[in-house]
């Protein structure tokens, strides 16, 4: 007993004086990333995607690279099936492994929501690119949550800009109808208040349609646009309830040109399923689908072996697993900006934050990615985490593959980014949180 407590004592001395543990040595040339996945339920078909083209992004940087700077990247999956309550329970389970968790990538809105409130606590960033709380984007009162490059209010701004210029300018826009057919859950809702804004702004009508989870069953739901005739179709959707909707704009006759999906409804499993009834439907998109894109080829290389054939099998091209490519690629990007800061060493939470509030990537560093012309430059600081110039660009699906249409369509940010400041304001006195200067 008094040799083990000696021993104790001067292991907790040590610690003390260079405050690094056994754990913190033997993980030290690691950089781990956790992947909370759904590759099993109802959000299957969007969820395995996603996780691909983490797995392999990761992959391809050991593999061809070395890791980042020298540090091997680490990363363990976790099966979310989409549930809030089981992503959290992933979340407790990895974000101490390996060394500690850098950063996470929540996928999932409700998820998202959840752990805000641990961010702060954990010291892990919260990287939701493009989901989660859109408040977040103002970063005096979230510290540790990031949502470039663009939130679903600044998407949706965008959607109606499009619009706009289709109708042949904004003021062609009163009297016009738009339907919002959305997923009834934090994810689904998210955009509303941006478009009630804006419909009051422009003057057009707004209808708001919620499909319940799963959102197998949306007859009734089609039967309320068929009779009330809108003009245009958002669709903030997700999993099997996206190709549903689009079986039943068919059904009912709905132009596919004016059917325009959010980028989590502008998927492949999304327009495969309506065969040539889903031509001409469109969606937003904040990335090129394909393999056209440097990295996609090296991933072919490096990862399949140049196995073109395994590749496609893994969803090597499709829209959502080139989400989970570019999702990686941005956060790994941030994690070797805070190696580089820290002089070659392995960052800890607060130093990757730091790097995510000065996180640019221009086209130059676009091109060094192997992603010229894939996706916008993004700019991030402190006072705005979801990024400078945000915007969409309008994807649609020609039956074979999906097409960008027209340049990059810019978000209302007069408008949003007042609305953002006001919710951040309000969850901060919710919160007692007082905001930072930036």
Request: cysteine-free; charged content about 25%; proline content about 9%.
């Given at each position: 007993m008094k040799l083990r407590s000696l021993l104790l004592a001067a292991a907790g001395f040590a610690i003390g004086i260079t405050g690094i543990t056994e754990t913190d040595r033997a993980y030290a040339d690691e950089l781990f990333f956790p992947v909370f996945v759904y590759r099993t339920g109802p959000?299957?078909?969007?969820?395995?995607?996603?996780?691909n083209g983490f797995r392999d992004y990761y992959a391809l940087l050991n593999k061809r690279d070395g890791g980042i700077e020298g540090l091997?990247?680490?990363t363990e999956e976790c099966e979310t099936k989409y549930n809030t309550k089981v992503g959290v329970e992933c979340y407790e389970k990895l974000k101490n492994k390996h060394g500690g968790a850098l950063l996470v990538n929540p996928y999932s809105t409700g998820l998202t929501y959840q752990l805000i409130?641990?961010?702060a606590v954990d010291n892990i960033p919260i990287i939701s690119m493009g989901y989660g709380r859109t408040a977040a984007a103002d970063g005096r009162v979230f510290k540790w949550v990031f949502n470039f490059p663009a939130t679903y209010w600044s998407?949706?701004?965008a959607f109606v800009n499009y619009v706009g210029d289709q109708e042949g300018g904004m003021a062609n826009l009163k009297g016009k109808h738009i339907a919002h057919v959305h997923h009834n859950s934090a994810y689904g809702k998210e955009a509303n208040p941006t478009l009630d804004t804006l419909s009051k702004k422009f003057g057009f009508k707004l209808t708001k349609l919620a499909v319940d989870h799963p959102g197998q069953e949306q007859k009734a739901t089609w039967l309320q646009i068929r009779r009330k005739k809108p003009d245009w179709v958002f669709m903030s959707g997700w999993g099997v309830m996206n190709q549903v909707a689009i079986k039943e704009a068919a059904t009912i006759g709905f132009p596919m040109d004016r059917f325009v999906g959010n980028w989590w409804s502008g998927s492949d499993?999304?327009?495969?399923?309506?065969g040539d009834n889903s031509i001409g439907y469109k969606s937003t998109a904040m990335h090129s689908a394909g393999v056209k894109?440097?990295?996609m080829q090296d991933i072919i290389k490096h990862v399949y072996g140049g196995d073109k054939a395994?590749?496609?099998?893994?969803?090597?091209?499709?829209?959502?697993?080139?989400?989970g490519v570019y999702n990686a690629a941005l956060a790994t990007e941030a994690v070797r900006d805070a190696v580089k800061k820290s002089g070659g060493k392995k960052p800890n939470g607060d130093q990757v934050r730091a790097a995510l509030e000065s996180f640019t990537v221009d086209k130059d560093r676009l091109a060094k990615l192997g992603m010229s012309?894939?996706?916008n430059p993004v700019s991030v600081s402190c006072r705005n985490h979801e990024g400078a110039a945000p915007g969409v660009f309008i994807q649609q699906w020609d039956g074979k593959q999906w097409k960008v249409k027209g340049d990059f369509v810019p978000a209302m940010s007069d408008v949003v980014r007042p609305m953002v400041e006001k919710a951040a304001a309000a969850y901060a006195k919710e919160n007692n949180i007082k905001p930072r200067g930036c």
């Open positions: 959000y299957a078909p969007s969820g395995e995607p996603i996780a091997k990247v680490k409130p641990k961010a998407q949706a701004s499993a999304d327009v495969v399923p309506a894109a440097k990295v395994a590749a496609k099998t893994n969803k090597v091209g499709e829209v959502l697993y080139n989400r012309g894939f996706a």
